[in-house]
């Protein structure tokens, strides 16, 4: 379901140097996931246990890491930004995210009960900032990565001032 | 209140004092050694009862603890949301009853409790308590009076004794003769020590029974046996005279016949119910229904509203208690019937071929054994996809929105429409191949979440737009395209 489907698609993109910081992400998964093969094939190759052709043929392993791993990690944070994009109007927020797994949510501002805004050591560096929209439920909670830094305090700002005028005790 | 912790200790204290008379040899010294013990218990229970005390002060309940250290502990009334009392055996006995305050916060030991208050003494708080966290009660220059709380009471249901023989159906408590033997072997073993029987003869008596296998068997046999048997006796047990009743502002749930046991939920919290059956129960008609609500810490044994009930009783039963939901659920697209026998035949499918493939590749007979009963369960996934798919569906009456799923245990959730907080659709990349998306509801109770599973993608954007229009309208295309 894309723009195509009968929900349109939220207003706003994230920071285009989300992708960086989505990029640095696949890296370290890479070079974390390419060390361990090595190190598994290394072991595999020494072990007189196993059939020799399960043996013999343990570089095999890390060339799969490269050959499978490589493309999809280099494709995810060009897909994620593509697809991840958030909006707040008529109270309610409604933000896209995912990369093989998409989800939409919508959380409106009359049940959200806290804002946070948070910034991991990447985010940091590049000025980025994670929101974490949270209500009394899990599933009605919405997390949106990626923003310019100014933007997520100014959105963090409006949805609690909003939510203090909305609030709706129902949960 | 003074009896009962010695009462209680004795059991555990039990095995120690005989191991001191019997490596005293019963001697005069062993005695004396074994009247120490039981009055040192006294006197700690003597101690630990004189140094903990209740007040209420004002609009809050304070309990202090000064044996060793120091503690009170504030609950301000109107943080309380349900006051659970129950009478263990010992404690009826005695005419005493423990009583728990649940206060909605997380975590154990965050709950007040008050052990070995009488009887008259748990009605009157309780009643205290909870009149003064009702809302409907609220006179706040005059403090309610509890003599006339307990008169307005309604029963809503009286669970009749023969339906207890639906039990067994529920699948509860049938690992009960095991843990029966499981716990007479661990004693045995225990017992045995105490007494001095070394282990080599428990270790003998394995190896006797092991030379005879089909004594053994017997064994086995019978302990299945027993399963349905034990388990429906333990189920009577724990649900006998289950009693839903509505006490101004509460629902009141008693059950039990050795702990009789009372649970308080604030009917204002209930936001709505679940109704569950497993496939036995639903070839007999019967269900269960638990209430979703807001801040029960262990909801599951807590939150039960009916043990097994007729269908139509359980609807009549949970309409009135929390609020009917009457509309048709409406099935899910059949592309979702597809996915349902996939994820229940595939797995076993694979596992056969693959079992029958190292069967074939190494030629050990316990690969065809694995295969053959892979396939037998490959063979069972298609009446149960089937029923899956079937029992998928979601559908909104105007007030609440319910959702169903499951097979071996198929659970229908009713939940109030106040009390969706978001909304949340989620598609994986096989989802997205076929067209369907998993419809989550948002609730800050129960489980937090309620899924539709495999809704089309218009219906997984029509229902919450049929459910809250407000909140999703503004993000719909244009109405030439939808």
Redesign the interface.
């Known amino acids: 379901?894309t723009?195509?489907?009968?929900?349109?698609d939220?207003a706003n993109r994230v920071s285009p140097k989300a992708v960086r910081l989505w990029l640095l992400q696949s890296l370290m998964a890479f070079v974390l996931m390419l060390g361990g093969s090595l190190l598994v094939a290394r072991l595999v190759s020494g072990w007189g246990w196993l059939p020799d052709w399960l043996s013999e043929h343990s570089w095999l392993l890390p060339v799969a890491v490269v050959v499978l791993g490589l493309p999809f990690l280099a494709a995810e944070p060009f897909v994620r930004y593509a697809v991840h994009r958030w909006?707040l109007?008529?109270d309610?927020v409604?933000a896209r995210s995912?990369f093989?797994?998409?989800?939409?949510?919508?959380?409106?501002v009359s049940?959200i009960q806290t804002v946070d805004k948070g910034q991991g050591w990447f985010e940091r560096m590049l000025g980025l900032a994670t929101l974490e929209i949270r209500?009394?439920?899990?599933?009605?909670?919405?997390t949106i990565q990626g923003l310019e830094h100014g933007v997520a305090a100014g959105l963090a700002e409006q949805l609690a001032r909003r939510a203090e005028v909305l609030r709706d005790d129902?949960? | 209140m003074l009896l009962i912790d010695p009462v209680r200790m004795l059991p555990s204290l039990l095995l120690p004092l005989v191991g001191v008379l019997f490596v005293g040899g019963f001697s005069p010294r062993s005695y004396i050694w074994a009247a120490l013990g039981v009055v040192g218990t006294v006197v700690f229970a003597v101690i630990r009862w004189a140094t903990f005390t209740y007040e209420l002060v004002g609009d809050r309940l304070e309990t202090k603890r000064a044996l060793i250290s120091r503690s009170v502990r504030t609950i301000p009334l109107e943080r309380i949301r349900g006051v659970d009392v129950s009478t263990p055996p010992m404690h009826r006995l005695l005419g005493l009853a423990v009583l728990k305050i649940d206060t909605g916060a997380s975590g154990g030991n965050e709950e007040a409790g008050l052990d070995g208050v009488t009887l008259t003494e748990a009605e009157r708080l309780k009643t205290v308590l909870l009149r003064r966290t009702a809302p409907a009660a609220v006179h706040p220059t005059h403090p309610a009076h509890p003599a006339r709380a307990a008169h307005a009471e309604r029963e809503i249901v009286r669970v009749p004794k023969r339906w207890l023989l639906y039990g067994p159906l529920s699948g509860a408590y049938l690992l009960t003769p095991f843990a029966f033997a499981g716990g007479a072997i661990g004693l045995a073993f225990q017992w045995g020590d105490e007494l001095g029987v070394g282990r080599d003869v428990a270790w003998h008596a394995g190896e006797w029974l092991w030379e005879r296998p089909y004594l053994l068997l017997a064994v086995a046999v019978l302990l299945v046996l027993a399963m349905p048997v034990l388990g429906g006796v333990m189920y009577a047990v724990f649900n006998w005279d289950f009693v839903l009743k509505r006490r101004d502002g509460y629902l009141v749930a008693e059950r039990g016949l050795v702990n009789r046991r009372s649970v308080s939920l604030e009917s204002q919290r209930v936001r709505g119910y679940e109704i569950v059956d497993g496939l036995a129960e639903r070839w007999a008609g019967v269900v269960r229904a638990w209430a979703i609500v807001?801040g029960l810490g262990d909801s599951r044994t807590r939150g039960q509203l009916l043990p097994d009930v007729p269908r139509p009783v359980a609807y009549a039963v949970t309409g009135e208690a929390v609020g009917p939901y009457d509309a048709a659920l409406r099935p899910h697209p059949p592309v979702a019937r597809n996915r349902r026998l996939f994820r229940a035949i595939f797995p076993w499918a694979l596992l056969a071929l693959l079992s029958a493939v190292a069967a074939v590749a190494t030629g050990v007979t316990l690969g065809w054994i694995l295969a053959v009963v892979a396939l037998l369960l490959a063979g069972a996934g298609i009446p149960l996809g089937l029923d899956r798919y079937a029992s998928l569906g979601h559908g909104y009456d105007g007030a609440r929105l319910s959702v169903r799923s499951g097979s071996l245990r198929r659970a229908q959730a009713v939940i109030e429409r106040?009390?969706?907080?978001?909304?949340?659709?989620?598609?994986?990349?096989f989802q997205?191949r076929a067209g369907v998306?998993t419809l989550?509801?948002?609730?800050?109770?129960g489980t937090?979440?309620y899924e539709a599973i495999d809704v089309s993608?218009?219906q997984?954007?029509?229902f919450?737009t049929e459910v809250?229009p407000?909140?999703?309208?503004?993000?719909?295309?244009?109405p030439e395209?939808?």
């Open positions: 379901m723009s195509q489907g009968p929900l349109r939220p909006e109007s008529g309610v409604y995912g093989l797994t998409r989800e939409w949510v919508f959380v409106p049940r209500t009394a439920s899990h599933a009605g909670s919405s129902a949960t | 807001t106040r009390a969706v907080v978001g909304w949340r659709l989620r598609q994986t990349w997205r998306l989550i509801a948002g609730v800050g109770a937090g979440g993608e218009a997984g954007v029509a919450p809250t407000e909140w999703l309208t503004p993000f719909l295309s244009g395209d939808s």
